[in-house]
């Protein structure tokens, strides 16, 4: 009797006029879902996106849902980190921390950066990696770690810091690993979480906007490469939900009727 197949559960795909939209539109779903989350377990593990694209969300989420959202239960998390100091102004933490988590009242204890500093950077990931846990076995059913993963998407389809094609993409049995050579500026290495740690997220919310990405969107979704696993975003799926919130640029391509025929 063979492992239980657990439904891959198709992406849901949510198109906004413009990136105001769309990151107001995410802002109200991951304040919601985070509420719930601890309504239910008490805690909401949440692992935040690096890049440019998250900061008008991070700042929304700063000024709007201050009071609202259950930052006292939240635990925080990354999903990959340049390999700097935390005060670089290439480190995600560095972004996340301008842009959000020093303008809400989140136990410092609770924000868990990844280290980029440690050397080497099998020591950096292997401290993330015991952080995080071991993932919980499949016992009939996916195993959950987080609860919520935000992800980017680069215009070569890279997510976190796992890029096409790249050996990382492999990897199924660490949840974190170190990446000599990012596909993409910043040319520093990286560390990130796998594929198997992404996937332990019961929701997994891709935010995407502008043009330059929609070719990046169309191979990820589109079903010519559905099952092109170079491509990372094929590979990711929440437990629970996988949910695109896309701008009209980053959509241009599916909205083409080639694409929707
Ligand atoms: C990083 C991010 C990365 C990002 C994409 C999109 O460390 O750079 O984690 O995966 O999400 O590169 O970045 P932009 O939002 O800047 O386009």
Partial sequence: ????????????????PNLRAETAALARHIAAFARKCVRERGVFHFV???GRTPKALYRLLARR?????????TQVFFGDERCVTPSDPESNYAMARAALLSHVPIPLSQVHRLPGEVRPLSKAAASYASLIG???TRRGSASVR???VLLGLGSDGHLASLFPGASALRERRRTVVAVPHAGQPP???RLTLTVP???SAREVCFLVSG???AAAVAASLGAPHAGDRRLPANLIRGVQATVWFLDRGAAVSLLRPSWTS
Avoid at 1 to 16: E, I
Avoid at 67 to 73: C, D, I, K
């Fill in 187 to 189: 040319y520093v290495p």
């Fill in 1 to 16: 009797m063979g492992a239980p197949v657990v439904r891959r559960l198709k992406p849901r795909v949510q198109v906004y």
């Fill in 134 to 136: 071991p993932l919980p």
């Fill in 211 to 213: 043009e330059e990405k």
């Fill in 146 to 148: 987080f609860d919520l």
């Fill in 48 to 50: 935040l996106s690096g």
């Fill in 197 to 199: 740690a992404l996937c």
């Fill in 65 to 73: 849902y201050r009071e609202t959202f259950p930052w006292q239960a």
